[in-house]
């Protein structure tokens, strides 16, 4: 069973930064490709980036949201740059299992989520 726990959400200003944690249990996360979700209020869960040998971001996220992992820590990171207040959703990170990265079904294991709130 694979668990994955957002962290590192919260409330910010806009223009501020966040970065976003997303821990791993088990001993093969070094071997699965990770993503990044977002969803927010009365919207469909929205792909924000993936990383696989090399990294994919959606078009509104790449310049200022970055994706990463540390292997040895088993963790997943997003570090949000220039936030707006349209970046307000709760953010969701998930194990990736075949198909189109971008697509939310392409993804078998997710975390809980963490809410990130912007304000203007």
């Known amino acids: 069973q694979v668990q994955l726990e957002e962290s590192g959400g919260g409330l910010v200003q806009a223009g501020d930064s966040l970065r976003l944690s997303c821990t791993a249990s088990g001993r093969a996360f070094a071997n699965y490709a990770m993503g990044w979700f977002r969803q927010a209020p009365g919207k469909e869960r929205e792909f924000v980036a993936a990383i696989f040998a090399t990294t994919y971001y959606a078009n509104s996220f790449e310049g200022r949201f970055t994706i990463s992992r540390d292997n040895a820590k088993n963790t997943l990171y997003l570090q949000m740059n220039s936030l707006k207040p349209e970046d307000t959703a709760v953010y969701y990170c998930?194990?990736?299992?075949?198909?189109?990265?971008?697509?939310?079904?392409?993804?078998?294991?997710w975390g809980q989520g963490t809410q990130v709130t912007v304000s203007s």
């Open positions: 998930a194990r990736y299992s075949g198909g189109d990265y971008y697509s939310h079904t392409s993804y078998q294991y």
